[in-house]
């Protein structure tokens, strides 16, 4: 084996496929980055903005909770007017600016190649803070995710970059603006793993992490420091007990998740059924809105400051029951009316009042504790990323000694939805859309086995310099086993190249002179036997050759076998064995000591 041969070996062989064009991509998503930090800063100060033109009617963009307004009984208009103004926008700017910024990121990613419309990057953001501003419940999250998406994306297309290039720094910018917004660069890298990569590679993962930091770093000179809902340390480790609490959790959030997807979506089937555009919906959904700000003026907004009161134990047991009902009735109808708003915030939000009112059953582990285990937990059973869920209440609490119960609950919540609801409430509007995705991730196991590991090496193979009347001759001693491809050899069996059956049987009929060598394709496709069989299926993709012969690496020249399309399908095969043939690896009285097995054969040995 030659030097160059070498080196393509250990190239094939290596951990990663990733190649230098991750640091250029890198340098794009920093900028990217820093844009998301800015972009997430002036949707804040937008949300500010319209809360105080909608309830305040003044100018400014200091922070104000829609709850003190004193508009009595014309609040339930507010909604219903910010509501009409995005029916407008969505109908007349662009219907990609309803929904809540996630699934409209997915389907940007899987269905159109990563490509975002530029007017998708303004629309997005206004139409979210007029949402918001006017008392959506919603997040500031899914819409700076969708905007900070479609930045990357713009940017992305003003290169010559592939779809995966581009879907890695629309990432980038999806996860900049979630990590300036709530102060979270490392749940933001996570979610953009579980959640919108579909992947986990260094040429994504790289650019997006570096693109979270910068935005990090933005939003500690705009918005300040995190963490956003400080919290008291809890304690590490609480016990049997207290873990068994976390299972409880767990399986009491995974059932809300469940109902929880199901009314968004059921409220969305209700708006279809109406006899109306649905530019009109959302007003209809805000009329909702409006009649529960009546009844608990808190479940209006972002709500920022419920999670913190709740966090901290300051609300009443009667009074977190109202708020979590109500938080959830608008936002279901709301957002199943198709208006512009985000899940992460209520979600959040409906997960500590499950922990607040679930606390006095619970050992006692602190002010908080429970609120903040089961806010993990919502977003591991609804989101179904569980990872995300533990990070993510990390970082927005600076709890970090938390991390093993908040595991627990958010797995056990996200098994018990995974096992109960076929979707997520994310990826249920693409399915709806006629679209279906998968979120299991494995190994491919066409790049665990090898081409020797399938292939053919029985082949016959016809010498390059033979006659026609000697191939002849050969095929019809061969007549049981006709190829549609013959590899040719020369006198030292080094391969030489390829002939069809088709070509050969002509050239036999016609008798023609010289050898058959002359048939030969000048450069066929081919593999080696040491080649993984992901390399080589993309080789055949690209070629459009579905038999290859194999050569093999140690001997220059010499040919190993043929691999056809057929013969990948056992790695497939044998993929499916290991998943669902189940056997005793190892008898039972193995695990007994060797003593007792001799006088368990020696008591059972005839006398």
């Keep these: 084996m030659n030097p160059s041969e070498l080196a393509n070996a250990d190239a094939q062989l290596g951990d990663f496929t990733t190649t230098a064009r991750v640091v250029p991509i890198s340098l794009l998503a920093i900028v990217i980055g820093g844009i998301g930090g800015l972009l997430a800063s002036a949707l804040l100060t937008l949300i500010n903005l319209f809360t105080q033109l909608f309830f305040f009617q003044r ?50 990613i899987l269905m159109r190649g990563s490509r975002v419309e530029p007017r998708v990057a303004l629309l997005k953001p206004v139409s979210s803070a007029i949402s918001i501003g006017s008392g959506g419940p919603f997040g500031a999250e899914g819409p700076i995710i969708m905007t900070g998406g479609a930045v990357g994306s713009i940017v992305a297309q003003l290169f010559h970059f592939s779809s995966a290039e581009r879907k890695t720094l629309l990432v980038a910018g999806a996860a900049a603006g979630m990590s300036a917004t709530f102060c979270a660069p490392m749940a ?38 995190g963490p956003l809902f400080p919290v008291p340390v809890h304690s590490s480790f609480p016990g049997p007990s207290g873990l068994l609490g976390c299972v409880l959790i767990g399986v009491l959030a995974g059932a809300l998740s469940l109902l929880i997807t199901r009314s968004v979506y059921a409220a969305e089937d209700a708006f279809k ?156 509007k693409i399915a709806r859309r006629g679209f279906h995705v998968t979120r299991e991730y494995a190994i491919d196991p066409f790049e665990v086995l090898f081409v020797r590991d399938v292939m053919h090496s029985s082949v016959v193979v016809l010498p390059a310099s033979a006659g026609a009347g000697v191939v002849a ?71 459009g050759e579905t038999r290859l012969p194999v050569l093999a690496r140690e001997s220059p020249g010499r040919l190993a076998g043929m691999l056809t399309l057929a013969h990948t399908l056992k790695a497939k095969r044998r993929h499916l064995e ?25 008591a059972a040995a005839p006398s």
């Design 59 to 108: 100018l400014s963009i200091e922070p104000g909770s829609p709850a003190n307004n004193t508009l009595g009984g014309w609040a339930v208009i507010v909604p219903v007017i910010g509501a009409l103004i995005i029916g407008v926008m969505a109908r007349y700017g662009s219907e990609r600016i309803r929904g809540h910024g996630i699934p409209e990121a997915l389907e940007s």
């Design 188 to 225: 933001s890298v996570v979610l953009a793993v579980e959640l919108l990569l579909f992947e986990l590679k260094p040429r994504s993962l790289v650019p997006v992490a570096l693109a979270s930091a910068a935005a990090a770093l933005v939003r500690h000179y705009l918005l300040g420091p």
């Design 273 to 428: 059924k109406l006899p109306l555009h649905w530019m009109w919906w959302p007003a209809i959904g805000a009329i909702v809105v409006g009649l529960g700000g009546l009844v608990e003026p808190r479940a209006l907004g972002v709500g920022y400051e419920n999670i913190a009161a709740l966090l901290r134990d300051a609300i009443p047991m009667r009074e977190i029951v109202l708020l979590a009902v109500v938080k959830w009735v608008i936002w279901a109808v709301y957002l199943g009316s198709g208006t512009s708003g985000g899940v992460l915030a209520p979600l959040l939000m409906i997960g500590c009042a499950l922990g607040g009112i679930a606390a006095p059953f619970l050992p006692n582990e602190g002010a908080g504790f429970w609120p903040l285990i089961a806010m993990a937990a919502i977003l591991g059973g609804t989101m179904r990323a569980p990872l995300t869920g533990v990070v993510f209440a990390t970082e927005l609490t600076g709890d970090h000694g938390s991390v093993l119960p908040l595991l627990v609950a958010a797995v056990v919540a996200h098994g018990f939805t995974v096992l109960t609801v076929r979707r997520s409430i994310l990826t249920e």
């Design 578 to 602: 290991d998943e669902t043939r189940r056997e005793r690896a190892r008898a039972v009285d193995l695990l007994v000591p060797a003593a007792f097995r001799r006088n368990k054969r020696r």
């Design 473 to 543: 001759a050969l095929l019809a001693s061969h007549a049981g086993r006709l190829e549609p491809l013959y590899p040719l050899v020369d006198a030292d069996q080094k391969f030489v190249g390829i002939v069809k059956r088709s070509e050969l049987e002509g050239w036999v009929q016609r008798k023609a002179a010289g050898p058959l060598s002359d048939l030969a394709s000048e450069s066929p496709t081919t593999a080696y036997d040491d080649e993984p069989l992901g390399i080589v299926l993309n080789r055949m993709a690209n070629t």
